[in-house]
């Protein structure tokens, strides 16, 4: 009868020979998932975000909303206004406009108006994310697409309550004005900080390898 390892040590001492059991590596084939993978997947996250991006920025912007002046003898809608608009102009559209009109640009601001910002925001985000390693420069860079999305769909909001309203208020028309101006302005921030960010993650990049090699 074999004698345990107990025993062994019992009869011999320091010398006994206790055999030693390992238990068998374990092997998860589904997890085998490396840095380059996680990468690659990110970067077609990014590229569909942003191919989305533009189409919804060409559907909106130079489409649709290039549309609705066919129903507003010609003015352009206050999204468009890259400078703002003032009470004059808020009262000639609203003229210009009827219900029906009005109610498909509020369609617009639902739809297509609330699509674009989400789908940039978060592509920005993903973006910023993915190229720039230091926290505080990350976190200052990401605020300028979230910041872009809530202005753009407080406008929105604001533009429908403006065009709806009985009369024509004079503050909620600066109000208005100052949000779309304000959108178009953090659009281009956030470009610029995109831009940034790849250039950063470019920069990291080429020096990872550089480092490596110092270090051999």
């Known amino acids: 009868m074999a004698k345990t390892p107990a025993q062994r040590i019992k009869k011999h001492g320091a010398k006994a020979a206790v055999p030693q059991h ?27 975000g942003a191919v989305a991006s533009l189409f919804l920025f060409w559907y909106l912007h130079l489409l649709t909303l290039n549309q609705l002046t066919q129903l507003s003898g010609g003015l352009a809608m206050p999204d468009s206004l890259i400078g703002g608009f003032d009470q004059g102009f808020v009262e000639k559209l609203r003229a210009a406009m009827d219900s029906d009109a009005r109610g498909q640009l509020n369609y617009v601001h639902k739809t297509a108006g609330t699509l674009f910002p989400l789908i940039f925001g978060f592509s920005w985000l993903l973006l910023i994310g993915t190229n720039v390693a230091r926290k505080p420069l990350r976190w200052a860079l ?64 080429a020096a990872a390898p550089a480092t490596g090699h110092a270090q051999t």
């Open 22 to 48: 390992h238990l068998p590596a374990v092997i998860n084939p589904s997890t085998s998932r490396t840095p380059q993978k996680a990468q690659n997947n990110s970067n077609l996250i990014l590229i569909a």
């Open 142 to 205: 990401w605020a300028v697409p979230l910041l872009f999305a809530g202005v753009r769909l407080w406008g929105n909001a604001v533009i429908d309550a403006m065009m709806s309203a009985d009369a024509v208020d004079a503050g909620q028309v600066a109000l208005a004005s100052g949000l779309t101006v304000a959108g178009w302005v953090l659009l281009v921030l956030s470009l610029v900080a995109g831009g940034m960010a790849v250039l950063l993650g470019r920069k990291a990049a």
